[in-house]
């Protein structure tokens, strides 16, 4: 909770950079106004890597000008709701399901299709439960009213009027198509992990941290289009029209629209964000697991 607080400014940096409701047409730092009443803060581009690191922090600091520092942490309500959860749910189910799978199917002896499949079962059970939770937690980021603060249950009830209940599952196909994420990562840093046991002491330590921010990077980047598809499904209705319904349809929209380059926008706002959790949430989870043995 403590990492979902404090990198909560890269999240909403990194929602408003993925969809088109922010999109950014200027050359100048400034403000402009997008559809559906948002508003953008950014600052000029000059391509590169390292620039997708400075532009996040013209960004953030705009945001805190310009709508105020609260507008830094829209959204964190439904992410302290859903963080315990969604982490519990993942790493239960993996940690039990790995045991499962193994004992099923291979002799109890674990491996890479083990952790794959188990990785697999995590991701779609914690996305199916936990959607709803991030449908509204999407749609605070992507609300930029200077003059009334909606809050979450504001949100709840106008998705619940507008859209019903179908309305909070919206960009679930996504979340599944992400399941490979969870996949590579889980398979990843059980393979790199492995490399460091046995060592014992601060190398070890060492080891986990540097195999789960490994492990998190890896897996980020090549699914990271995933991120976009399901921020823009998850996007309010403008002017009572849904512009993204569905997994194919928005990715060619997309990249019809935009350019593939679009599929990685907010990536070094969620890089900055992911790993350092990461990194946190996969040391408790071994320490959990010494504790427990």
Known sequence: ??????????????????????????????????????VLYGAPRSGGLLWNFVETGHILRNIYRDESPRALFKG????????????????????????????????????????????????????????????????LQLCAQH???ITSTDMIKLILREEGVRGFYKGL??????VT????????YERLKKSVEGQGGTLEWLGTVGSAGTAKCVASLITYPHEVIRTRLRQPMI?????????????KLVVKEEGVASMY???SAHMMRVIPNAIVMYSIYEGILRWTK
């Open 76 to 139: 964190l309500g439904p992410t302290l709701v859903g963080v315990i959860p969604a982490r519990s749910i993942n790493f239960f189910t993996y940690g039990n399901g790995k045991q499962i799978i193994a004992n099923t199917f291979n002799d109890g002896k674990e491996n890479s299709y083990v952790h794959l499949a188990a990785a697999a079962v995590a991701g779609i059970a914690t996305g199916t439960v936990t959607n709803p939770i991030w449908v509204v937690k999407t749609r």
């Open 1 to 38: 909770m403590c990492g979902a607080v404090v990198t909560s400014p890269f999240d909403v940096v990194k929602t408003r950079l993925q969809s088109d409701l922010f999109r950014v047409k200027h050359t100048a730092p400034g403000v402009i106004q997008a559809g559906g009443g948002g």
């Open 173 to 178: 196909s996504a979340s599944y198509l992400g």
């Open 239 to 251: 002017n009572g029209v849904v512009k993204y319904t569905g997994l194919i349809q928005t990715l």
């Open 181 to 188: 994420e969870g996949t590579i990562q889980w398979v990843l």
């Open 147 to 149: 003059n009334k603060r």
């Open 265 to 267: 926008g907010g990536l």
